[in-house]
T-cell receptor
Framework: DQQVKQNSPSLSVQEGRISILNCDYTNSMFDYFLWYKKYPAEGPTFLIS?????DKNEDGRFTVFLNKSAKHLSLHIVPSQPGDSAVYFC????????????FGKGTRLHILP | NAGVTQTPKFQVLKTGQSMTLQCAQDMNHEYMSWYRQDPGMGLRLIHYSVGAGITDQGEVPNGYNVSRSTTEDFPLRLLSAAPSQTSVYFC????????????FGAGSRLTVL
């Protein structure tokens, strides 16, 4: 039973346009959501997060939106840049415990020149 | 500031051999964990530790042992390697529970023949 779902294995976006990565979850106990970015041959790095008490968090070009009623979150990257090409993992945590962080399967983002 | 250091980066084993993947962090983090990443499977938690002397199982612990004798080190042991353990392994650490953000190592690619 997959609790955190990233249904798009890959996404291609033109440089300068908006990239939207989606994530759905099933467990209503999740209280914190995170996005990690991963380049080849490197470990994932933290990108942005959002608490379940908020519906939006913004950090520069990156914005995460949370729709609790739909159990859906999305990551918006505006404008998209070549360095954004990477795999993006959505993750969700519950119970204020680091061991209760569940990762999605990831979405590979390709930024086209 | 090295962060999380994993060794070795690459390893090839024969079925039945044993080995240890090393992980060290210099951030004085209490929480450390091991994940494996397989194609189409995302990141899955193997074992974790919330402090020296304390370890517990994650989602996929079978075939792996861990110990935490110091705050800095969290080795992962494969006692009898199997082809199903071919994967990329990531060590991660985090601050006090609730810190939300994990810092990952660069990964160790293991192939079991």
């Amino acid at each position: 039973d997959q609790q955190v779902k990233q249904n798009s294995p890959s996404l291609s976006v033109q440089e300068g346009r908006i990239s939207i990565l989606n994530c759905d979850y099933t467990n209503s106990m999740f209280d914190y959501f995170l996005w990690y970015k991963k380049y080849p041959a490197e470990g994932p790095t933290f990108l942005i997060s959002i608490s379940s008490i908020k519906d939006k968090n913004e950090d520069g070009r990156f914005t995460v939106f949370l729709n609790k009623s739909a159990k859906h979150l999305s990551l918006h990257i505006v404008p998209s840049q070549p360095g954004d090409s990477a795999v993006y993992f959505c993750a969700a945590r519950w119970g204020n415990r680091d061991d209760k962080i569940i990762f999605g399967k990831g979405t590979r983002l390709h930024i086209l020149p | 500031n090295a962060g999380v250091t994993q060794t070795p980066k690459f390893q090839v084993l024969k079925t039945g051999q044993s080995m240890t993947l090393q992980c060290a962090q210099d951030m004085n983090h209490e929480y450390m964990s091991w994940y494996r990443q397989d194609p189409g499977m995302g990141l899955r938690l193997i074992h974790y530790s919330v402090g020296a002397g304390i370890t517990d199982q994650g989602e996929v612990p079978n075939g792996y042992n861990v110990s935490r004798s110091t705050t800095e080190d969290f080795p992962l042991r494969l006692l009898s390697a199997a082809p199903s353990q071919t994967s990329v392994y990531f060590c991660a650490s985090g601050g006090a529970s609730g810190a939300n953000v994990l810092t990952f190592g660069a990964g160790s690619r293991l192939t079991v023949l």
